[in-house]
């Protein structure tokens, strides 16, 4: 059974430049949330993905956006990158409606220099 | 509301209990519990609902007071395996609400 899949594993990227984060989801579950994890802090919300539609999200501005696919893989894209974007982005996937036990991917640690 | 935890890090000895709690400002729905390793991902360990009930699996359980808006985890007899950054994620407003609030975590370290 495969689990909840995050490529790519490590991104390099400088200021203003836009980068996009993938995420397969844990086999038969349909739902998909992104977090940011800073250094030494808990995930932090960014927003949900069911139906291809984003259902709700953090307090995050609109740098931040997201897709999700009839697949139910989704991506994050952030534009415009600032220092204070480097985390760790976990993507987390669950099945239905609320907050259902989520499990989490790997996550794509992102460096902006 | 980022839910507080306490304490922010421990150290035991192999065998010795711990508690780690998760105190919310605001009504809780439900509490999720997760420990993460360094550089791994957030790894699922129970979650509860509302209504005050206790859970656990192996040597790890929680229970949530409903009415203090906390949720304990107790970790007994502790092994080198457990050693990790704890969260707790909250839900507030149950049906309807998606998104979990994490807290900043407590830091275990289990020593031989």
């Known amino acids: 059974d495969a689990g909840v899949t995050q490529s790519p594993t490590h991104l390099i990227k400088t200021r203003g430049q836009q980068v996009t984060l993938r995420c397969s989801p844990k086999s038969g579950h349909d739902t998909v949330s992104w977090y940011q994890q800073a250094l030494g802090q808990g995930p932090q919300f960014i927003f949900q993905?069911?139906?291809?539609?984003?259902?709700q999200r953090g307090n995050f501005p609109d740098r931040f956006s997201g897709h999700q696919f009839p697949n139910y893989s989704s991506e994050l894209n952030v534009n415009a990158l600032l220092l204070g974007d480097s985390a760790l982005y976990l993507c987390?996937?669950?099945?239905?409606?609320?907050?259902?036990?989520?499990?989490f991917g790997p996550g794509t640690r992102l460096t902006v220099l | 509301q980022q839910p507080v935890q306490s304490p922010q890090a421990v150290i035991l000895r192999e065998g010795e209990d711990a508690v780690i709690n998760c105190s919310s400002s605001k009504a809780l729905y439900s509490v999720h519990w997760y420990r993460q390793k360094h550089g791994e991902a957030p790894v699922f360990l129970m979650i509860?609902?509302?209504?005050?009930e206790q859970k656990g699996h192996d040597k790890i359980s929680a229970s949530f007071n409903e009415k203090k808006q906390q949720s304990s985890l107790y970790l007994t007899a502790s092994q080198l395996s457990y050693s990790g950054t704890y969260f707790c994620?909250?839900?507030?407003?149950?049906?309807?609400?998606?998104?979990?609030?994490f807290g900043k975590g407590t830091k275990l370290s289990v020593i031989p």
């Open positions: 987390a996937s669950s099945l239905g409606q609320g907050t259902d036990t989520q499990y």
């Open positions: 509860l609902l509302k209504g005050g």
């Open positions: 993905y069911y139906e291809e539609e984003e259902r």
């Open positions: 994620g909250t839900d507030l407003s149950g049906a309807g609400s998606y998104q979990l609030t």
